[in-house]
């Protein structure tokens, strides 16, 4: 089972007119809300050979927007890739709202005329010789260079844990893939059916879409209240953070952990995921002085660790000390999103070292900004506009209700539409979520935003 709820009926024609009014203001306003774009630049002529590796959302938005605005470059994407999924979905799809095919995409169909494909994933970087290195061997040298590869889902962390085995054994897990989405929609619909024990997990450390782990246990409360079953179950969450700590944000944690005590989620904090027992439905959680607990369960959720792609991690690319070096994650400046130590490379997305930010609405603002600074220093100028952290979760706690949240790389609330309150959750911003941001995301695909 895994069918498309539909939009709840309007019988009143005049709110109709105003929601499909609504609609069209939001589907605009769904890509404004992510932040503004920077003006469109002249043409500029060169003979600049670059290279971006990774065709996710970051590599094929900053694609696009060179290729309009330089005249004469040789553009080459480097990714082995030909299927493009919308990662904001899969927490529909995992939870029965979406199907699958809503978040797949042919890759081919988002690459620009005449951009060059070189359908290998990128194994290594070598940017003392301005070159990259495909899994095949193949040497392609640069004038610049574009690191786009998102990052490393880190299963190999938790013992036992089988992606294979995803939905089966309720073990549910949606960050792996669409068909692990769909799995874990298998999971959580036998789960929710007979109730029981949910346990749901959050690492410490850098995550995409952080909030989704979040959006997760509350529609796992959802679907049990749904079908009869919430008051013969138990839902708690297990999260490395500390105390009374779930998101980074503290307006918004506070508010999740107020909605969480009224649902009766149980929280268990500095309690890490370590191993899986998945045939016998138990996992093992550790704390930092290293005293290991085996909790049963009838759901799990499994939120991997995550870290840069071993590409980047084990190159010269990656911070070399600091809180962003253990990860492997890309050495970036927080506000230009050039290379700290090589001035001909950036970074969009996922795999930034930077404070916050591995969102999809992070790449929208960010996008235009690598782009446009990259073409400043084509021109032989400096980078000359600055990101400011941009991050935004439609963090929906139940079917038909969400909050849109907005911050920056200092943890302030930035919401851009007027009509969302941050912090109030809503129907209009659950129509964000369901029916307009792919629509959004698909014009920042093809750098249309």
Known sequence: MNTEPPTPAVADPARRRWLQGVGAATLAGS?????????????????????????????????????????GARITIVDAKREHNYQPGYTLVATGVW????????????????????????????????????????????????????????????EGMDVAAIGSHGLASVYASPQ????????????????????????????KCAGAPLKMT??????????????????????????????????????????????????????????????????????????????????????????????????????????????????????????????????VGDINGTPRGKTAATVKKSAPIVAHNLVEVIAGRDPDEDFDGYTSCPLIVREGSAMLIEFDYDGRLTPSLPMIEPLQASWFAWLMKYRMLKPAYVAVLKGRV
């Open 31 to 71: 890509a404004a809300a992510l932040g503004p774009a920077p003006a469109r630049a002249a043409r500029l002529r060169t003979q600049a050979h670059v290279v971006i590796a990774g065709s996710g959302l970051g590599g094929l938005a900053v694609a696009n927007r060179l290729s309009r605005v330089l005249d």
């Open 99 to 158: 199907p699958v095919d809503k978040v797949r995409d042919a890759n081919a169909d988002f690459i620009p005329p005449g951009v060059e494909w070189v359908q290998e994933m990128v194994a290594g970087f070598d940017p003392a010789a301005n070159a990259v290195v495909t899994a095949g061997g193949r040497r392609i040298g640069y004038d610049y260079l574009v690191v786009a590869t998102g990052l490393h889902l880190d299963y190999a962390q938790i």
């Open 180 to 207: 692990a989405a769909q799995a874990s929609w298998q999971a959580l619909d036998a789960f929710r059916q007979r109730g029981g024990q949910a346990v749901m997990t959050l690492p410490s450390g850098p995550l």
């Open 218 to 347: 509350f529609m796992v409360a959802d679907r049990l209240r749904q079908a009869g079953t919430r008051e013969r179950s138990r839902i708690a969450f297990h999260t490395g953070l500390p105390t009374d700590t779930v998101f980074g944000v503290k307006p918004v944690n506070d508010n999740v952990i107020a909605r969480w005590d009224a649902l009766g989620v149980e929280r268990h904090h500095l309690s890490k995921l370590v191993a899986v027992d998945v045939a016998g439905r138990r996992a093992t959680f550790a704390t930092p002085e290293g005293e290991r607990t085996e909790v049963p369960y009838d759901f799990l959720h499994v939120v991997p660790p995550m870290r840069a792609t071993d590409a980047v991690k084990n190159s010269p690319l990656a911070w070399q000390d600091g809180p962003m070096a253990p990860g492997g994650w890309l050495e970036v400046d927080a506000k230009t999103l050039r290379h700290r130590r090589f001035g001909n490379v950036f970074g």
